[in-house]
């Protein structure tokens, strides 16, 4: 299974721009890099994903560099409600075609006012 | 449209209960994962489903946690004689289909399940 590391925490402070950078050395060749969100007491939330290159969306943008054996997400301007975990993860397509999540620990974001 | 929903949100137990935790995934979405969550840890995968067929059970602990998915909707995580280790957040996630890994996956909140 393909896996990721990525930094256990990171502070940041309202109206600065986070860069959180995960590294998944064996990712496979179909493989897609997704980043979810989960705040306590809730659920993962799906915030981005990407293939190559650079994807963004209204709440973040993922760079991915041509090797693809890293990632970084990018936060504009985070605000205190950004404060939660975030979970950097490679996609493993199982035999039976069907795809399953492996999750890190995850990178704790706290924002400070 | 409505989410992935789990009942109950919280379940405490005695230590030799059975207890049944239900998913109701989004409407229409093929697959269905359930996933246990220990604190402070990222959650770890237990079972697959792609409509009513169980193809995946490779993560469930032991044989007293036991899955089904009858209809290909609702699904029903069942674990019997619990134990104390047990206890944790059992998420359940849907998506809609089948295939790459660029189905993202929606989940619930999860069931809390306390073990005494």
Known sequence: LAKTTQPISMDSYEG??????????????????????????????????????????????????????????????VSLSDTAVYYCLVGDIMNSGYSTLTFGKGTMLLVSP | GAGVSQSPRYKVAKRGQDVA????PISGHVSLFWYQQALGQGPEFLTYFQNEAQLDKSGLPSDRFFAERPEGSVSTLKI???????????????????????????????????IL
């Open chain 1, 16 to 77: 600065q721009e986070v860069n959180i950078t995960c590294s998944h050395n064996n990712i496979a060749t179909n493989d897609y890099i997704t980043w979810y969100q989960q705040f306590p007491s809730q659920g993962p939330r799906f915030i981005i994903q990407g293939y190559k290159t650079k994807v963004t969306n209204e709440v973040a943008s993922l760079f991915i560099p041509a090797d693809r054996k890293s990632s970084t997400l990018s936060l504009p301007r």
């Open chain 2, 80 to 114: 019997q004689r619990t134990q104390q280790e047990d206890s944790a957040v059992y998420l359940c996630a849907s998506s809609l289909e089948t295939g790459p890994s660029n189905q993202p996956q929606h989940f619930g909140d999860g069931t809390r399940l306390s």
């Open chain 2, 21 to 24: 935790l239900r998913c109701d």
